[in-house]
């Protein structure tokens, strides 16, 4: 009898150990995740999945958007900074408003805008439909409008800045006075013409 207790117990424990480490079996992802426009897939740092949630490398994630991770050994925390504001360019006025035109269309929900230099910027996604791209180079390309090419800094699919592009709180704007847009503001609605 002895024999069957320490055997049923041993056993007892071994299933639920087995059972327990069961519940925490991480699975690679096979979808991608992008920062963006940039993917985080790194062979060092997969991205994992336990039971419908999606694991992240903390470093790899903080190195997208553009955070500091600090290893703090006397509190053995690990501290993550951010910089909420990381743009150079100072905006009259920003937020987000209805756009319509008569020559294309937009999407129907507002589109992000900033004033800067007393110009319109417009949210880049905004053009979604008008947009493509190769390796160098974006492309908007409005019906009856002038095609605009914008480059990309070398090595990445983020947008050079400057006159053209701007960014705004990790948005990227582009100015319409460069699509050949000129604005009127009717009843709450920007048009742009």
């Known amino acids: 009898m002895k024999k069957f207790v320490i055997g049923f117990i041993l056993g007892s424990l071994i299933t639920g150990t087995v059972g327990a480490a069961a519940q925490y079996i991480l699975t690679p992802i096979t979808y991608d995740i992008t920062v963006n426009g940039k993917s985080l897939k790194d062979e060092q740092y997969p991205m994992l999945n336990l039971n419908g949630t999606t694991y992240l490398s903390l470093r790899k994630t903080c190195e997208a958007v553009g955070a500091t991770l600090y290893w703090n050994e006397a509190t053995k925390t690990a501290e993550l900074t951010t910089n909420n ?5 100072e905006v009259t006025s ?9 020559l294309f269309t937009l999407r129907e929900e507002p589109i992000m805008y900033v004033i800067h230099d007393n110009e319109y910027y417009i949210e880049i996604s905004a ?8 390796a160098s180079n974006v492309y908007i390309k409005i019906p ?17 800045t400057g006159k053209t ?3 705004y ?3 990227t704007y582009v100015r319409l006075a460069d699509l050949n847009l000129t604005t009127e503001l009717k009843d709450n609605v920007l048009w742009l013409k």
């Open 85 to 89: 504001n990381t743009s150079s360019v």
């Open 94 to 102: 920003s937020g987000s408003v209805i756009m319509k035109s008569e």
């Open 127 to 134: 053009f979604a439909q008008y947009l493509s791209a190769d």
């Open 144 to 160: 009856g409008k002038a095609d605009l090419t914008l480059p990309k800094q070398e090595g990445s699919d983020k947008l050079k």
């Open 165 to 167: 592009v701007i960014e």
């Open 169 to 171: 709180l990790n948005f």
